[in-house]
């Protein structure tokens, strides 16, 4: 395998090249910027008649309470987690090799949260009222039901959400040193001031942030894991044919880190593009991650299966219809098409000529993602169709225009905060490159001087 | 507010089951009398709907029109089902079956636990509450529900064209809400009726009779297939059924499931997952010999 | 009195006291001829109308013939609910879905406000005076048989009226028409029984064999026959519990509750009735045996498609428990042989010996004036060749809407146009309204006065119908007030003493207060009592059936073939909300699901599936049904409680006028039924018409209440769930 990275870059030059991508955005930035827009107005566009008219518009109904919404917020909080394990887990592993891309992978997981979080917004039926699912003190005792684990998502999210943007902005106080040391003076420079705090790259300040960043780090990863676990509450503990099932948490959390990584791949194929960082985001560091992918596709893979023999073989005649319907049913398309992308596409991977073409992974990676968004909605909208009362069951369910418009949306929404994020925060962390090549070119030296006599 | 307030039990407020739950922390500080009931007799049902309609017209039910009810969005409260025998026969010799399905009114219910915002409780005479003022409109309560007996105000329909249009609305029950967008409904056993029975019988120092109250369904229907009342009255009728056929409240199973050849038809819905349902059905009996 | 040669019989019949030995209390000088006594409001503001509280005031439903006494919860000054009047014989406390409605008829919004005035094109807002006056210039120098009054059935005061307004004009063109009408069992009850309609004790049997009768939906007192069917149903009364066997071609409401449905040949029910009779052997009068030697079992089985095993289980059944009871229904009657299968199947419940048991006579009210004359089809017919001819100047309609219920073939729609003056008496502009020349505003049944008789009742009663509230517009007027003020453009002397119809009302009842129960009791009281309950009893005699069986005339023919061009045979159905399409503007009921199909707003086609596989149909097919006559689209039901020979369409739906909620809804079956009647009484054959079924390419998903498992429960344990009756031990049921 090649090198993660070169170990004789200057360190003036990963300076410029990094912040370039901070400057001067290219026509391409501002037509992504525009498509992003429209997408994220046709999306608001929708809301604003939804708010109206009410969630009928949507499409929903009884039994189809949930829809779109519900899967889509949980494919965004999959996706959340592929930051916190680049950056958080890596790290703690020493995975050098994460470094020059985590805090894009960062800036996805906060952002896919807020994506997320405006699901559940857009999902309630009197958002105007969303507040009341906050524990705050009032003259009259009301509380929210803690019984819920709506309730508990809400409030795992909320942390998680918190958590990353520390984490995001703890990691990237020396690059915002070098930027405001960097760029020329004006409104940035002073933004880039305010965000250093004062950072000079002293001793005991670099003491603390190791110390920071490390207790973030691993304040993080339990968080993340109970994140996704949440949501899985959220249909495990329903009493739901389909839903009740125990695996749910780590399935959800496999799906996470899943959608997270494959959303990795397509992110970084797209900034290397875009930034022309080809010199930090190196074909050995897609390699690592896709292989990276590919275990964790195997985990999904795993829990899927489990899921589908618990319910077969646990004698719960409502639950194993569910599934029958799924396989044969009006949405059996889409779970195929779930367990290819899922579960076949992967396979791809294995290939050691194409872990580096990066046509081909960018379309497995859009293919995973796909498939994992479409796992969402197979986990959510079946158990509906085919429920537990036979009377209600409704197999004619298709979301509507507006729900899909409001999906469509959140995908605008997420690119426009991603690339606002790529112009103000360096998507590649400077610091850590550096030191990345430091140790690299320390370990050649070693070798260096070991070939010639050793210690 | 005070950490005291913060330490307390809150799911109290939520717990309460008035049968067979005395072993309930809060039983002593919330003791009830009443636990509303009810029994409908499958084989006196005719399924002739005048519950459901009787419901419309007691409980500001918005008529949906076409295109909603098309898209599953109908707001009956006592929808009435209608069964066939599956037993493959070319033409039914049985005639069909008929089930008016209502809120059960369970006493675990699966619905209260799941509401973020507690907008749907149990209250202490047994009944789930679902308080329109909170509701947040998450649906999860009906993702919940094994009967699928919400109804959720999918549109505005107090403003909603031809629902209730002049001079309509002066029909509508103002000893209940009309309900807006964004809110899920279900039957109440006609909380508004049951509210002014035990008022009245406050106020005359009583406790409530059999009969005080009666649900709008249970008024209406033609064969006296509904009864209602408190399953704490032994001299109410709906205790007398349930006690007849050894229907116990806080059970998954009951004499009639356990013992073959039991002579009894009291059954409850989806028993099995433990909702503990308030609605007691009696099997439709066929003659065997004809 | 007698002045104005305004003698004490014509004072009587004026009342509706007619025709029988009335002693008219304080006849004289009473506050009703002075008429000045101070009327004190029905409704007293500062006693019973308390803010928050609802009073209950008892009236009576109008929204079918059946007549159900109810209650009507009143909170400031409107009414909110009905329900059912506990003290009632007829509806005990309870009520129907229909009836549950009546309050959506009385706030509907698209209810005649202002009477209107057609001409040419153009149609204005008139004033009342206007147009009663109008009504005066059209009928002067008419003669009687230029006059015509087309209603529905009437009964009570409002008969009175319409009569004494008949004889004021010299006409005897009174119409009765019913679209859907029990009218040829009546006919043959009579012949049968003596009776049109015996009092029924489905409580008492220990088997009812119902022929097509709905009594649990649609037919004649659906509510009242309800209840009995409820303790016809307990496990705990002596006879043990009742079996009920249903046998039709299309299932009804009732079918869908019998312990054995028995799909038969369309029109094929008499026979069966025969066959049962000479299956019995034992105990069949020699001449009843005599005519229905003919029917073997064999014979019988091969005409009706029933088994001969079920036959002859049928007759063990009959034989082994009595008493049981035997009705002729709807589905039994609509042949041009109905007669006939009305008069077997009667034959039939003679030979079991269950007149007098689960069958007796009605007590004979004494008051004739004030009985119902109960409407039917014929009627139809009759005023339809008048009008064909020319004859009628002048067509006064009220409580109907022909020109939705009659059949295209009639052509009533050119016939009515040969009608100069056409009034309507309208609650909606329907139809008719629609045709007609002056549009007059009726008060809902809630804001209106009047009484009835009903056809059917346990006990002579006779009902009151009060306001439950204020008229919600000015410029309506109930149908009495009008009929009074026709009548005081003719008679002012005779009426002048009653300034509108609620003091007609309250004069004719406190005049008589002696046979209603009153004797002795100051008027005020009295009245104020009597509205209260809202109902009397009626003074009557106890009447007789006769229960002699007979055979004279009775021939059943052979089932047509049914091949050719029109192989189906088409059974419109009477559903219990819809009936025969006058409440078709209620939204509870559209959106009230069809029991059986559980279809909503909009009609439907009932295929058997073996037939629709035949042609090729599924569900949600929209068909053409093509008659003789006509044809109309709808949707396609595949429906398993259908005879595969026949199809079947509900009443009521395909409204072109009316209101918002039934113009454009469904397709309106009447149009295409073939001008088929029955041999006797010239009755409508309403289940004669053949049709044939064709597909038009076109496929919608039906919008009903039913599920995509129909009415599978998936092999779920414990949903609806049936049991035989020898699992379970009713007799201690509570």
Same mark, same amino acid.
């Given at each position: 395998? #090649?090198?993660?990275?070169?170990?004789?870059?200057?360190?003036?030059?990963?300076?410029? =090249?990094?912040?370039?991508?901070?400057?001067? $955005?290219?026509?391409?930035f501002w037509v992504i910027v525009f498509v992003a827009l429209m997408m994220f107005g046709v999306g608001v566009g929708c809301e604003v008649y939804q708010y109206q008219m009410g969630m009928g518009v949507a499409g929903l109904n009884n039994p189809n309470v949930w829809g779109l919404y519900i899967a889509t917020f949980i494919f965004w909080i999959g996706m959340s987690h592929s930051g916190t394990l680049l950056s958080a887990i890596l790290h703690l592993m020493h995975a050098d090799w994460r470094k020059p891309i985590y805090r894009f992978a960062e800036a996805m997981t906060t952002f896919s949260l807020m994506t997320a979080g405006l699901f559940v917004m857009v999902h309630l039926g009197r958002l105007w009222q969303f507040y +009341?699912?906050?524990? +705050? $003190?009032?003259?009259?005792? *009301?509380?929210?039901?803690f019984q819920s684990p709506l309730l508990? =998502?809400?409030?795992?999210?909320? /942390? +998680?959400?918190?958590?990353s943007v520390i984490f995001l902005y703890v990691g990237s106080i020396p690059d915002f040193a070098i930027c405001r040391d960097n760029i020329h003076p004006g409104w940035r420079k002073?933004? +880039? /001031?305010?965000?250093?705090? #004062?950072?000079? #790259? *002293? =001793?005991?300040?670099?003491?603390? @942030?190791?110390? *920071?960043?490390?207790?973030?780090?691993c304040f993080l990863i339990p968080l993340a894991v109970s994140v996704h676990s949440i949501v899985a509450s959220d249909f495990a503990m329903s009493q739901q044919p389909g839903w009740h099932v125990t695996s749910f948490p780590p399935y959800f959390v496999a799906g996470a880190l899943y959608s997270g990584c494959a959303a990795i791949i397509t992110l970084f194929i797209i900034l290397r593009y875009v930034f022309k960082f080809e010199e930090y985001m190196t074909m050995p560091i897609l390699k690592k991650t896709v292989r990276l992918t590919f275990a964790i596709a195997m985990v999904w893979t795993y829990l899927n299966l489990i899921e589908f023999a618990s319910v077969w073989y646990s004698h719960d005649e409502v639950a194993k219809a569910?599934?029958? =319907?799924?396989? /044969? #049913?009006? @949405?059996?398309?889409?779970?195929?098409?779930?367990?290819?992308?899922g579960s076949v596409v992967p396979f791809t991977?294995?290939?050691?000529?194409?872990? /580096?073409?990066?046509?081909?992974? @960018?379309?497995?990676?859009?293919?995973?993602n796909l498939g994992m968004w479409l796992e969402r909605w197979m986990i959510v909208t079946p158990t509906f169709s085919h429920g537990y009362y036979p009377w209600t069951m409704d197999t004619h369910y298709w979301p509507s225009l507006v729900q899909w418009g409001i999906v469509f949306g959140s995908f605008g929404w997420f690119t426009l905060l991603f690339m606002v994020f790529c112009k103000i925060v360096p998507s590649v962390s400077m610091y850590e490159v550096k030191e990345m090549v430091y140790h690299r070119s320390l370990a050649t030296k070693k070798a260096e001087l070991g070939l010639e006599g050793g210690h | 507010m005070s950490v005291s307030n913060l330490l307390e039990n809150w799911s109290k407020f939520r717990h309460t089951h008035p049968v067979g739950d005395k072993g309930h922390p809060d039983w002593e500080a919330y003791p009830s009398e009443i636990k509303w009931a009810m029994s409908i007799d499958l084989d006196a049902c005719t399924g002739c709907n005048a519950c459901s309609v009787a419901c419309y017209a007691e409980n500001n039910l918005p008529v949906v029109g076409k295109e909603k009810y098309s898209h599953g969005q109908a707001m009956h409260w006592m929808r009435i089902e209608r069964y066939w025998d599956e037993d493959k026969r070319e033409v039914p010799n049985q005639g069909a079956q008929f089930l008016p399905m209502l809120c059960q009114q369970c006493e675990a219910a699966p619905c209260e636990t799941v509401c973020p915002v507690g907008a749907t409780n149990h209250t202490e005479d047994g009944l789930n509450s679902q308080i329109y003022n909170r509701c947040i409109g998450s649906r999860y309560c009906s993702a919940n529900c094994p009967y699928k007996v919400r109804y959720f105000n999918w549109y505005d329909y107090p403003t909603t064209e031809n629902v209730w249009p002049a001079p309509m609305e002066q029909q509508l029950n103002p000893d209940l809400t009309v309900r807006g967008k964004g809110v899920m409904e279900k039957c109440t056993f006609c909380k508004q009726r049951t509210y002014t029975a035990r008022n009245n019988a406050k106020t005359e120092g009583r406790k409530i009779h059999d009969g005080d109250v009666q649900t709008a369904c249970q008024q209406a229907c033609p064969t006296n297939a509904i009864s209602f009342g408190n399953l704490f009255d032994p001299e109410s009728r709906v205790a007398k059924q349930w006690e007849q056929q050894q229907v116990e409240l806080i059970k998954e199973e009951q004499e009639k499931d356990v013992k073959p050849g039991n002579n009894l038809r009291g059954y409850r819905i989806f028993e099995e997952l433990r909702p503990y349902p308030s609605v007691m059905y009696l099997e439709r009996v066929r003659e065997s010999d004809v | 009195m007698i002045e104005n040669g305004f003698n004490r019989r014509d004072f009587l019949k004026v009342l509706g006291w007619g025709g029988t030995a009335v002693a008219l209390s304080g006849c004289g000088n009473t506050s009703i001829e002075n008429g000045k006594e101070t009327v004190v409001s029905y409704v007293e503001p500062t006693d019973y109308q308390i803010p928050s509280i609802g009073v209950y005031y008892n009236s009576t439903c109008a929204q079918c013939d059946a007549g159900c006494n109810i209650e009507g919860r009143v909170r400031e000054g409107r009414v909110l609910k009905l329900e059912g009047n506990p003290a009632s014989s007829i509806n005990r406390g309870k009520m129907c879905g229909l009836g549950q409605?009546? &309050?959506?008829?009385?706030?509907?919004?698209?209810? &005649?406000?202002?009477?209107l005035l057609r001409a040419g094109t153009t149609t204005e807002n008139i004033t009342w005076e206007k147009a009663l006056a109008t009504i005066n210039d059209k009928l002067n120098g008419l003669k009687g048989e230029e006059i015509a009054f087309l209603t529905g059935g009437v009964s009570g005061h409002v008969k009175v009226l319409l009569k004494n307004y008949l004889d004021v004009l010299g006409s005897k063109n009174h119409y009765a028409y019913e679209a859907v009408s029990p009218a040829v069992v009546r006919a043959s009850n009579k012949k049968a029984y003596g009776v049109e309609m015996p009092r029924l004790h489905l409580d008492k049997a220990k088997v009812i064999v119902s022929f097509g009768a709905d009594f649990l939906g649609a037919w004649v007192s659906p509510v009242h026959f309800s209840q009995q069917y409820a303790q016809f149903r307990k496990g705990n009364r002596p006879e043990g519990r009742g079996v009920l066997v249903q046998i039709e071609s299309k299932m009804t409401l009732t079918g869908a509750n019998a312990d054995r449905w028995i799909p038969i040949r369309p029109g094929t029910e008499g026979i069966l009735a025969m066959g049962i009779i000479n299956a019995l052997g034992v105990g069949v009068p020699a001449d009843v045996a005599a005519a229905a030697r003919d029917y073997t079992t064999d014979r019988v089985s091969k005409d009706t498609g029933v088994s001969a095993e079920q036959i002859l289980g049928l007759t063990e059944l009959l034989k082994a428990r009595s008493p049981s009871l035997v009705l002729a229904g709807s589905a039994a009657e609509g042949y041009s042989h109905g007669s006939q299968n009305a008069a077997a199947i009667a034959l039939l419940n003679q030979v079991l010996g269950n007149v007098g048991k689960t069958m007796d006579a009605p007590a004979n009210v004494q008051f004739a004036q004030l009985t119902p004359t109960t409407g039917n089809s014929l009627a139809l017919n009759d005023l339809n060749d008048v009008m064909a001819m020319g004859k009628l100047k002048v067509l006064f309609s009220y409580g109907v809407n022909?020109?939705?219920t009659a059949p295209d073939c009639l052509k009533l729609k050119d016939n009515l146009n040969k009608v100069p003056f056409k009034v309507a008496l309208a609650h909606y502009l329907d139809e008719t309204a629609m045709e007609a020349d002056l549009v007059l505003p009726l008060d809902s049944a809630l804001e209106d006065w009047g009484s009835s008789v009903p056809e059917y009742m346990p006990e002579p009663q006779l009902s009151i119908q009060q306001p439950l509230m204020e008229n919600l517009y000015p410029n309506t007027r109930g149908v009495g007030d009008i009929l009074l003020a026709l009548l005081k453009q003719r008679h002012a002397d005779q009426y002048k003493a009653y300034e509108d119809f609620y003091s007609y009302l309250r004069g004719a009842f406190v005049q008589n207060k002696a046979a209603l129960g009153g004797a002795g009791a100051d008027d005020d009281a009295f009245w104020n009592e009597t509205l209260g309950k809202a109902m009397v009893k009626l003074p009557g005699t106890a009447g007789s059936l006769s229960g002699k069986p007979t055979v004279a005339g009775l021939s059943l023919p052979a089932t047509k073939a049914s091949e050719g061009a029109y192989p189906l045979r088409l059974i419109p159905s009477v559903s219990p909300s819809q009936r025969d399409g006058r409440h078709a503007n209620l939204s509870w009921l559209q959106e009230s699901p069809d029991p059986l199909t559980t279809v909503v707003w909009d009609s439907w086609v009932e295929i058997h599936p073996k037939t629709a596989a035949k042609l090729g149909i599924v569900e949600g097919d929209i068909v053409e049904v093509t008659s003789l006559s006509g044809s109309i689209k709808s949707q396609a039901y595949l429906f398993p409680g259908i005879h595969p020979d026949a199809v079947s369409m509900p009443l009521g739906y395909g409204h072109e006028a009316m209101g918002r909620y039934a113009k454009g809804t469904g397709a309106n079956v009447f149009k295409i039924l073939d001008p088929l009647f029955d041999k006797e009484t010239g009755e409508l054959a309403i289940n004669e018409t053949n049709v044939r079924i064709s597909k038009t390419g076109k496929r919608v998903v039906i919008v009903k209440e039913e599920g995509p498992n129909g009415g599978s429960q998936l092999g779920r344990p414990k949903i609806a769930v049936k049991v035989s009756s020898d699992k379970v031990d009713l007799s201690k049921e509570v």
């Open positions: 395998m #090649g090198k993660d990275i070169r170990e004789d870059i200057a360190w003036a030059h990963i300076n410029q =090249d990094v912040l370039k991508s901070l400057e001067n $955005p290219r026509p391409l +009341y699912a906050v524990p +705050y $003190p009032n003259e009259r005792w *009301t509380w929210p039901n508990w =998502d809400a409030m795992a999210i909320f /942390t +998680y959400l918190s958590s002073n933004l +880039y /001031t305010l965000l250093a705090l #004062g950072w000079e #790259g *002293t =001793d005991r300040q670099w003491r603390n @942030f190791r110390v *920071t960043y490390l207790t973030v780090a569910v599934l029958i =319907d799924k396989a /044969t #049913g009006r @949405f059996a398309p889409f779970w195929w098409a779930m367990n290819f992308c991977m294995m290939v050691k000529r194409w872990q /580096t073409s990066i046509p081909i992974m @960018f379309a497995v990676s859009l293919l995973l | - | 409605a009546g &309050v959506q008829a009385h706030y509907n919004p698209d209810r &005649v406000t202002e009477p022909p020109v939705y």
